[in-house]
Every structure is written in structure tokens, then in C-alpha cells.
């Protein structure tokens, strides 16, 4: 695929990296030829020095015929110009979005491109790893829905997973025993020690840390 990169901080050359890694055509775009000096020394896409909202720089970029276009610049302003441009102007349907302040998350997403928010997300993977014993393992869009995983206590051995998740906001995953993984059911007994994987909306999950913090016999009625 042909992509280009608009920025060349911290998190645009990584990105360029790890698209030319996996055999990507990577050009990337920035008005500070200085920022280059980001990319990793093996790095063999294109640098293009200038003002990405420059249409002739865009055209040099060869943003007519990419196929995936990323704004990744520290303006919010500037990547959901870049964003609306890319897609609604040179028809590049896969375009995403670097958030930096999360209040201007709407604006980005009423354009209709993916977003993806550090802020937001590494907030919450904090706050999860400082007060939960349950952790994320993989984040869906904008952490609206992700898997979670988390080690069965002894006070829940024998029971079934729907008496721990409910329904409603949660889907069981997986369940790794003796390090053996199968596919979970709401039937499926848990065992102490075991590994559970579910995915779940935030309010499934907030619903699942309250039973896991309560005593068993009182976990299901109360929640």
C-alpha cells in the first residue's frame, strides 16, 4: 500500500517505521525538515520537506493515488483539515487521525475518519493498571469496547463465568488453563488460577471490578 504520513514527531516516525517494516510505501510530510532525524536509521520510505496543506506538496506526496493517509501532527486543527482533505477531496476512504486534546476528539470524529486518542486511552490504561487487578489487552477503536483479561481467585473456583460478567456489556473470550487456551461460555467453570478473557463495553467491565470486589455469595444480587 502507498501511505503517507503527515508529522514526523515521536509517534509519525514510528509509524512510518513500522509501515515500511511491514512492507509498506511510506512517504512522510513535515514543514520542519529537522523532524526526520525521528526516523529509525533503517528507514527507507520518502521524506518530503513542507506545508501539508499546500496542495502541491499534498500532490508530491502522491496523496491522488494513496491508498491510507495519517495526520499525525501535535494541531488537532490541522489533522482534521488534513483528514476532511484526504478524504473528501482525493477520495482516500482509509484515513486516521491522531487526537492530542481529547475535547476536540468530536470535532475529528464528525468527519468521519478513525481517531485515535493517547490521552484517553492512556488514561484509562493507567487508572486500570493502578486500582484493577484486571487489565486491557487489546483496544477496539477508541476503547469503546476492548478484551480484557484477568486471573480467577480461589473464592470463584467452581463457578461459571455469567456468575462473574454479565450479559449485558460483556461476551466471553477465552479461558487459558495450565496453559492451554479454549473458547469461554457463560456455562464455562472457572477454575482458580485460570485466565479469563472477555470483551466488554466500559460498563460491562466496571459492572465485572465491582463483583470481583465483593463477597461471592452477595456479588450477583447486588450488582
Not at 513542507?50 to 491510507?68: C, H, P, S
Not at 487489565?135 to 477508541?142: K, L, P, Q
Not at 488460577?193 to 470483551?199: A, L, R
Request: charged share 20%; proline share 4%.
Amino acid at each position: 500500500m502507498d501511505i503517507i504520513v503527515v508529522g514526523c514527531g515521536r509517534v509519525g516516525a514510528e509509524l512510518a517505521y513500522r509501515l515500511f517494516l511491514d512492507s509498506h510505501h511510506v512517504t512522510v510530510v513535515d514543514e520542519d525538515a529537522t523532524k526526520f532525524a525521528n526516523l529509525h536509521a533503517e528507514f527507507r520510505g520518502r521524506t518530503l520537506e513542507g506545508e501539508a496543506l499546500n496542495r502541491d506538496v499534498l500532490l508530491r506526496a502522491g496523496i491522488e493515488t494513496a491508498d491510507g493517509f495519517a495526520a499525525v501532527t501535535p494541531s488537532d486543527a490541522l489533522n482534521a483539515v488534513l483528514a476532511h482533505v484526504a478524504q473528501s477531496e482525493f477520495g482516500i476512504a482509509n484515513v486516521v487521525v491522531r487526537n492530542y486534546e481529547p475535547s476536540w476528539r468530536p470535532l475529528e470524529e464528525a468527519f468521519g475518519v478513525q481517531v485515535v486518542s493517547p490521552s484517553s486511552w492512556g488514561a484509562q490504561r493507567i487508572s486500570e493498571l493502578l486500582a484493577h487487578g484486571i487489565r486491557s489487552v487489546f483496544s477496539a477503536g477508541n476503547a469503546e469496547v476492548e478484551v480484557y483479561e484477568f486471573t480467577v481467585s480461589p473464592e470463584w473456583d467452581g463457578h461459571a463465568l455469567g456468575e462473574l460478567a454479565p450479559a449485558d456489556g460483556c461476551q466471553p473470550v477465552a479461558i487459558t488453563r495450565a496453559g492451554t487456551a479454549f473458547l469461554a461460555q457463560w456455562e464455562s467453570i472457572m477454575e482458580a488460577g485460570d485466565v479469563v478473557n472477555i470483551s466488554a463495553t466500559e460498563d460491562g467491565i466496571t459492572a465485572v471490578r465491582r463483583r470481583l470486589g465483593q463477597p461471592l455469595r452477595r456479588a450477583w444480587k447486588e450488582a
